[in-house]
């Protein structure tokens, strides 16, 4: 796959989201992702519609890779990831603290393999510390970085859980940046390193310029200020909703047009962003009714005519219409052989000069292991010992290796 990647080996032993997404990104852009699974399968197999054992959250994870499953309990298995380390670039987990140690493959022990190995380590609170090793999942994360607390129902006030994995999907951008930063670190030492991603960590800094704006300052702090984003709620309108706002004063001086009432702009409780923030009831008040009164599109077009913010707020099904989504080609096709075709967001970055091929398919489970251990010198003879001592997955089923791969 060409791509800025292109030539780096990353093996993944992550699995459900925060990891695999981050090897996903890397897929993406041209790297070759081995995807090591437990003779279960990664739990996201089982999660949303499926067809056989690829459900939409493992695809989207996922696409791009190349699955080998084994039974990582089994000396043999280990001896395999080390041989896959040896040759790799990047290494992602997402075990328990102490886990990937107790199976003589931690950081330590690879990096002394492979002291080009760039080895990242996803933790739900952290490597030590009083909650190190607790299960961590997205809703916990989201309840202990604040993350609940600043997205409260806005008629009862009780914290929420987000209906999406916010936090597995921030780390997984952290993750990504983190690793391409390790890489442009060897490329300049020649050294790989081990590099600790904590969950709680990536979604506290996630929070910190707009939830957490009233608890930087230490010394001589001034007054607090109403939280961000209390006058954000969507606008109802006739027919549905939309989001208009103005942080700028022009802005403003837009919206109050937008909606008629051009004299709010000089209302003193509305004349600083403070004030709007401060006031963002009494300033519901006054243009609720004005919003309820027209249909979604009359307040687009009014909106966009005074240069104000505007969007329409989509249903779900409604993005893969937008215009704007699909003059981006946001979304894209991928055919998944006997499964039908897919579809799935293409890379968000596009690399002029080093530009990437679409989204590969998803592995089936194990469908890239006879692939995989023949590049490691492992013959047809060897792979079956191994299946029958349990140290591989069984071999894949008839047909699915028939799903188109991208060449590495």
């Known amino acids: 796959m060409a791509g800025p990647l292109e030539g780096i080996r990353v093996l993944d032993l992550s699995a459900v989201l925060s990891g695999p997404i981050a090897a996903g990104m890397l897929a993406d852009q041209g790297a070759d992702v081995v995807k090591i699974e437990s003779p279960d ?20 994870a996922n696409r791009g890779k190349r699955s080998l499953v084994l039974d990582l309990k089994q000396p043999a298995a280990q001896q395999i990831v080390r041989e896959l380390a040896q040759r790799a670039d990047v290494l992602i987990e997402n075990f328990r603290p102490g886990a990937m140690d107790r199976l003589g493959l931690g ?44 997205h409260r129902n806005q008629i009862s006030g009780e914290p929420q859980v987000l209906a999406a994995a916010l936090c597995d999907k921030l780390t997984a951008l952290t993750a990504a940046q983190a690793i391409c930063a390790a890489l442009l670190a060897r490329a300049r030492t020649g050294k790989g390193q081990w590099v600790e991603l904590a969950m709680l960590d990536a979604a506290v800094s996630f929070q910190w310029p707009d939830a957490m704006y009233n608890h930087v300052w230490l010394d001589d702090a001034p007054p607090a200020s109403p939280e961000f984003g209390v006058s954000q709620k969507p606008w109802k309108t006739a027919d549905g909703y939309a989001v208009a706002s103005g942080p700028q004063p022009v802005e403003f001086a837009g919206l109050c047009a937008g909606f008629g009432r051009p004299e709010l702009a000089k209302d003193p409780r509305f004349a600083s962003v403070d004030g709007r923030f401060r006031h963002a009831a009494a300033l519901r008040e006054e243009l609720d009714p004005q919003a309820a009164a027209i249909d979604t599109a009359t307040l687009l077009e009014r909106m966009r005519a005074q240069n104000c913010p505007v969007g329409r707020v989509n249903e779900r099904h409604e993005v893969l219409a937008d215009p704007q989504v699909l003059h981006n080609g946001t979304l894209v096709e991928v055919d998944h052989g006997a499964l039908g075709r897919v579809r799935l967001p293409r890379s968000p970055a596009r690399f002029n000069g080093t530009p990437a091929a679409g989204p590969g398919p998803a592995p089936h489970l194990g469908q890239h292991a006879a692939d995989v251990l023949a590049e490691l010198g492992h013959d047809a003879a060897q792979q079956n010992a191994w299946r029958a001592a349990g140290v591989l997955g ?15």
């Open 41 to 60: 399968g990664d739990t996201s197999r089982r999660i949303g519609p499926r067809k056989d054992d690829i459900s939409a959250m493992f695809l989207a």
């Open 107 to 150: 950081h330590a022990a690879l990096l002394a393999l492979n002291p080009r190995l760039v080895y990242l380590s996803i933790s739900g609170f952290g490597q030590t510390g009083p909650n190190a090793g607790e299960r961590a999942y997205d809703a916990v994360i989201q309840a202990v970085s604040g993350i609940s607390a600043s």
């Open 394 to 408: 069984p071999a894949p089923a008839s047909g699915k290796s028939s799903v188109p791969t991208t060449p590495r």
